[in-house]
């Protein structure tokens, strides 16, 4: 990450980081501990950070979008909590620390993700358009349609592959983007070419992960990936071309430069 | 239940039966058929019915609550589909009939829910008012909150069965009469008395449910209930107490008669 853009992303993520450990203030007792635990990750913070540059690249303040960042991250973070489970990925560590349902049991990570998911609504609900961008986003026709491809489809095209990303990290990653510009006051335009950032960084994401986790684990066995249909400068190229794309839609609206540079830091991670 | 209620109930769970068969058209294929098939459980349809009712009872149609029903059932659907999995109840029949685990798999099951409760959101998206109802309801401070109280909670008292209940069916049940009243423009104070007559119908609920299971499992062991707590008779008298208490709360209502035969018919169970 560049200077000028961890200049911008540090106090942004701070901001991100409070508000996160303060949701849900009528919790309280041993589930308010459970359901906080996944949001204290550490992690990039990717979807709420595209909310608040979306809602500033269209002139908007970042604050703003908070309530949608902060919703982004909880419906992101259900969704690692459920997917980690032992009847879904089985993962018993994520950023170096046991996964919700390893420290607290496989039935209270169902309900902190549940839970996490339900109150993500709330923290939008004075927005329809929030409301309904998030759900269709989240919903069987978005991110959890792509967790069922994922754990049942047989990937066996490039096709197959990006229309499971779409769907699984796809849609949430464009929502940010939609939603942060619906939060900025973005005009009709503006929101369409958000849109096409979204789309674009969001498979940008995908593929450039692709890539790193190729460079970790060259000739393992593993799951369908672009390096594995494409080939390593392939996937490289085309990881490229995607951000050139995000930058493109960037630069049609009054304030594109940190998005510019997210989109930029995307592909930066894979040389 | 009585000639007149069965008149009234029957052309509005035919209603809405026919919308939960086509909720998430967007959703096709396999998934959309997982998705529908806890939708279709013959079950009493009591949250989507009271919504109904309560719309009805200031004066709106039950049409305007439609969508706050079919979001309340979905709701309530996807609770049952994670309640039922093996790392929670682990039940593998559910009205006679398998349950999503034990027909698609945990991983599908899990998905489900999701799906489900996300959904539902999005079906309630026009309304901040319903979103934010149907959220706290449903949520960590709400249904969710008793699931986890269920699953973890040592049970001693009545106070904290009381509780336990009223969180894990009773704000659902409660949200549902306050959400009919929202889209049948409830006033104020009518709202006040929808939300009284939702508490005590959503604990009397439950209440009737214990005697007709302690009738069924006399002498068994199980987890608390009221019978345990109070004594069959005692138990009763305290269903048909709750019952007068939301008799008394409907009355209040231009047009009560619907409420009042469900609340009677709540207890008329028990006996």
Same mark, same amino acid.
């Given at each position: 990450m560049n200077a000028e853009l961890a200049g911008w992303t540090a106090p942004h993520v701070a901001r991100i980081e409070a508000e996160l450990a303060r949701v849900m203030p009528e919790v309280t007792g041993p589930f308010r501990e459970a359901l906080l635990?996944?949001?204290?990750?550490?992690?990039?913070?990717?979807?709420?950070? #595209?909310?608040l540059a979306a809602a500033e690249s269209v002139?908007? =303040?970042?604050?703003?979008? *908070?309530?949608? /960042?902060?919703? +982004? @991250?909880?419906?992101?973070?259900? =969704? +690692?909590?459920?997917? %980690? *489970?032992?009847?879904?990925d089985d993962d018993d560590e994520r950023r170096g620390r046991p996964t919700v349902h390893v420290v607290y049991g496989d039935a209270t990570a169902i309900l902190v993700g549940d839970g996490l998911l339900t109150a993500a609504f709330e923290r939008v609900a004075d927005s =329809?358009? +929030?409301?309904?961008? #998030?759900?269709?986003? /989240?919903?069987?026709a978005g991110m959890v349609g792509g967790q069922y491809l994922d754990i049942k489809a047989q990937v066996r095209s490039l096709d197959e592959l990006v229309h499971l990303h779409e769907l699984k990290t796809g849609a949430l990653i464009r929502a940010a983007c939609r939603m942060g510009g619906f939060c900025g006051g973005a005009d009709a335009d503006q929101l369409v070419?958000?849109?096409?950032?979204?789309?674009?960084?969001? *498979?940008?994401? !995908?593929?450039?992960? %692709?890539? +790193?986790?190729?460079? !970790? %684990?060259?000739?393992?066995?593993?799951?369908? =990936?672009?390096?594995? #249909?494409?080939?390593? @400068?392939?996937?490289?190229? @085309?990881?490229?071309?995607?951000?050139? %794309?995000?930058?493109?839609?960037? !630069? @049609?609206?009054?304030?594109?430069?940190?998005?510019?540079?997210?989109?930029?830091?995307?592909v930066e991670r894979t040389v």
């Open positions: 635990y996944p949001l204290r990750t550490g992690g990039k913070r990717i979807r709420p950070l #595209l909310a002139g908007g =303040s970042a604050e703003a979008a *908070l309530d949608a /960042a902060i919703a +982004l @991250e909880m419906i992101h973070t259900y =969704s +690692l909590v459920h997917d %980690d *489970l032992p009847a879904m =329809s358009a +929030l409301v309904k961008e #998030l759900a269709r986003a /989240a919903g069987p070419a958000l849109t096409r950032y979204g789309a674009a960084v969001g *498979l940008a994401f !995908q593929v450039a992960d %692709d890539v +790193l986790d190729a460079d !970790q %684990d060259a000739g393992e066995g593993g799951p369908p =990936s672009y390096v594995r #249909l494409l080939g390593l @400068e392939a996937t490289r190229a @085309e990881a490229h071309r995607l951000a050139v %794309d995000a930058i493109t839609a960037a !630069q @049609e609206l009054p304030n594109p430069h940190v998005l510019v540079a997210l989109a930029r830091f995307t």
